[in-house]
């Protein structure tokens, strides 16, 4: 059982590390202007926590146990970040029409 968790904690957290690179792309490519900078500011987070992590490794090799945790963490914070960027950018495409429905 151990094997199979272990195994199944990789999948989920590549499954969601691609995601987490995956939404920004697709949102600077549908974007323009200033939204396609803004578009991909999400993925330094995880980028953030991998570089944390092997710079954590190199210094000490027992350091970040919990590594799949950690970059969970950053990829469910970029997800995070991606969405709230995405909303405000439909809002100011859209002015204040979701908030006053007439």
């Known amino acids: 059982m151990g094997d199979a968790t272990f195994i199944g904690g990789w999948a989920i957290v590549i499954a ?3 995601l987490s690179f995956y939404l920004p792309i697709k949102f600077w490519r549908r974007w323009e202007g200033t939204w396609k ?9 995880p980028l ?4 944390a992590i092997v710079w954590g490794k190199i210094i000490d090799p ?3 146990r919990f590594f799949l945790f950690e970059m969970m963490i950053a990829a469910f914070c970029s997800l995070f970040a991606a969405g709230i960027i995405a909303a405000i950018q439909k809002i100011s495409q859209n002015g204040t029409q979701i908030f006053n429905k007439k």
């Not at 953030?48 to 570089?51: I, K, L, P, R, Y």
């Open 48 to 51: 953030s926590g991998m570089a």
């Open 16 to 18: 969601l590390t691609a």
């Open 62 to 64: 027992i350091s970040h």
């Open 37 to 45: 900078i803004v578009a991909l500011l999400p993925i330094a987070i």
